[in-house]
């Protein structure tokens, strides 16, 4: 959702942001399918996983109006979305693995947009790299808690999620400290994040828990 | 909880406005004490339901500190609710019909109380009015995340409420587009919003789910 | 975290800041755990606790990008508790007591620097002890609300945590409306939600529940 006009081709940048948010609002409305909304709530949650993460991102650094709300077409992606998920929600279930390669890459190009915007703004490298990740991994926080469950981003039991984004920002913000953030290296760093995310998935990376902890049961549904 | 201060009378304006919170706030008073909240578990509830949505349109036009802040009444009229349900609360249940149409009534003016003042902060028509349904709305979906259920807005097993409010907002921003905003036409965008969530809940109105739903039991209580 | 400058030595400000931020995302990274999360879980809920409730005033005053993300110190703060408690869970769990005193200390500093931080920025008496309020317990709520639980700070069977905060609040309010405001009587403030807090545990106080409610049993796990 970040615009970075001046690394890579304004067009390129827009459809690339277009993608990602119409991706990710995919995964907002199949969760809402199952969770047996209606179609507004459907286009709600497609929307908020769509644009959230960008939206938190402007709203700290003090673009306002967000994007969100200045484009029509980062919209009108969670819509369309909607739209596909109510006519074909079997079929788009059933792609399901390659809706998790979108997604991935959907991750990688938000991790480094908004990272890039954040430092537009004025924010150091550091926490730049945060709002990165904040923009990558917000909008699907925001799903899960306005779908009543544990998000999935903080549990144990699903693949990594934040080390890619936390990856791809951070080695952008490295470039952008060492002035040698272009079009190449940039998708490069997007493109780390979404191979790392991808190699999770398929290897089911998970990241550990506390040491120690009290219960010795491996608990099949946990956090939930 | 916009002040529309051109269109109406300020004064009046002021008054719907403070109407509207109050009418929210009811309700949100009421889901904490089914909640089993303690007296202040029910004011935040009626603050955050009677503000939230004008809250998070403000913040997102930047129009800081928002109106909540910088106008008394409209904190105060929360905590009036809250002290009335604290006291009354089986006689305010008994009328929850009555005051279902007082929350039509609030979702008729907020809506588009809130896409005119987007508009007024330099908002697109189609924006401004996707912020009417934020400010009409977003209030009781701030209050059912709190409260840890599904939002209502969501689900498929409550009447409609999120058509009406983009009925009254789709209406306000055709009328801004064609410069015949006044004060009879906005009422009676705010009158057709109102009465099409009235038919709404007379006759049991919801929206459809997605098609080819694998489930085939009709759950009596979906997304809970 | 509210930086209070002419009022406290600002370095001494700054520490106080840290350590209030600190033992909040303790109490995040806590909470984690036993919410069966990751170690990225528990780093996300720590900073959402310690950081949100300003990062909540901050925007809706106005002051971004926030000061979460301007002064590195206050995102490092809850990292070292996430690997504190990441390492030693079982020990801090069983200083709970001790934890809760810190995080009374905690509720006590942040109530008074965020009211006199949102009269800085130009708020009134009253809405600038609103925003003292938030930013003490605004990270306690977004914590329990990205956990899937009912806010703590909602339900009656918890200790009164609004009313020592809402306590330290007014009188900052009271002192700055009488421009009697020093690092004496700010403490003296802080120190009274302190006391209060610690009170209210000591004796298990709570907030009353909505008169002639109509269940009579006495449900041993409200609200849950």
């Not at 609002?25 to 709600?44: T, Y």
């Not at 544990?150 to 952008?176: E, F, H, K, M, N």
């Not at 991808?198 to 956090?223: I, K, M, N």
């Amino acid at each position: 959702m970040g615009r970075v006009t001046h690394l890579l081709d304004p067009a390129v940048q827009h459809w690339l942001d277009i993608v990602g948010i119409f991706v990710f609002a995919i995964s907002g409305a199949l969760l809402a399918v199952r969770k047996n909304f209606d179609v507004f709530g459907m286009a709600v949650l497609a929307e908020v996983t769509g644009l959230g993460g960008g939206l938190f991102r402007d709203v700290v650094i003090g673009a306002v109006p967000p994007a969100a709300f200045t484009d029509a077409g980062y919209f009108h992606a969670p819509l369309i979305a909607t739209v596909l998920v109510f006519f074909l929600h079997p079929h788009v279930e059933r792609i399901n693995k390659a809706i998790n390669v979108f997604d991935a890459a959907g991750l990688g190009l938000f991790c480094v947009a908004g990272t890039v915007k954040a430092h537009e703004y004025g924010l150091g490298l550091f926490a730049s790299a945060v709002l990165g990740l904040a923009t990558a991994a917000g909008g699907g926080v925001l799903r899960d808690v306005l779908a009543n469950e544990v998000p999935s981003l903080l549990r144990w039991d699903r693949d990594l999620y934040a080390v890619p984004a936390i990856a791809g920002a951070t080695v952008t913000a490295l470039l952008l400290g060492a002035g040698a953030l272009n079009a190449v290296t940039m998708l490069s760093a997007a493109t780390l994040a979404f191979v790392v995310r991808l190699l999770a998935l398929r290897f089911g990376w998970r990241a550990p828990r506390a040491w120690h902890r009290r219960s010795t049961v491996e608990d099949p549904e946990p956090g939930a």
